[in-house]
């Protein structure tokens, strides 16, 4: 999917008190708020603490609702800063990382048949570091 310039796309943290972890808050972001979302890592157990960490986008109004409807509900909402760093010199300019990036943020340049990183429209997902057959795409992650 191509980025909607009227979208807002965050990476964000939510914590679930034990009392609440069963619920289907995040189905609701879905329904309600007519967010989307990709689930980038989570555990939780029904009477225990969840965490959740999601890419969540929708259009801004509908996102702030939506984060403000989680809040209501004692779910702790934090935005996890990320940022995409590649290794230029060692990059053998494949294409493969192309293939998988939902933003375009990385393209080949059909006369030089380089890859380029706009770092710019990058939303960190992380999807280049898991086919990079060399590893010069890395992910930072900064809580």
Same mark, same amino acid.
């Given at each position: 999917? +191509?980025?909607? +310039?009227?979208? &807002?796309?965050?990476? &964000?943290?939510?914590?679930? #008190?034990?009392?609440?972890? /069963?619920?289907?808050?995040?189905?609701?972001?879905?329904?309600?708020?007519?967010?989307?979302?990709?689930?980038? *890592?989570?555990? +939780?157990?029904?009477?225990?603490? /969840?965490?959740? =960490?999601?890419?969540?986008?929708?259009? #801004?109004? *509908?996102?702030?609702? !939506?984060?403000?409807?989680?809040?209501?509900?004692?779910?702790?909402?934090?935005? &996890?800063?990320?940022? &995409?760093?590649?290794?230029?010199?060692?990059?053998?300019?494949? !294409? =493969?990382?192309?293939?998988?990036? #939902?933003?375009?943020?990385?393209?080949?340049?059909?006369?030089?048949?380089?890859?380029?990183?706009?770092?710019?429209?990058?939303?960190?997902? !992380? *999807?280049?570091?898991?086919?990079? #057959?060399?590893? +010069?795409?890395?992910?930072?992650?900064?809580?």
């Amino acid at each position: 999917m +191509i980025k909607d +310039i009227a979208e &807002v796309r965050r990476i &964000v943290r939510l914590t679930f #008190p034990p009392e609440i972890s /069963g619920q289907p808050l995040v189905c609701t972001l879905v329904r309600r708020f007519e967010l989307e979302f990709s689930i980038l *890592q989570g555990q +939780i157990a029904p009477n225990k603490e /969840g965490r959740l =960490t999601l890419e969540l986008w929708g259009k #801004p109004e *509908q996102y702030r609702a !939506g984060v403000e409807y989680l809040r209501e509900n004692k779910v702790a909402v934090h935005l &996890v800063a990320r940022n &995409v760093s590649r290794d230029d010199d060692n990059c053998m300019h494949c !294409g =493969t990382c192309t293939a998988l990036c #939902p933003t375009r943020s990385l393209s080949v340049d059909p006369a030089t048949r380089h890859v380029h990183f706009n770092k710019d429209i990058c939303t960190a997902c !992380g *999807q280049c570091t898991r086919v990079c #057959p060399v590893h +010069i795409m890395q992910v930072d992650t900064l809580l």
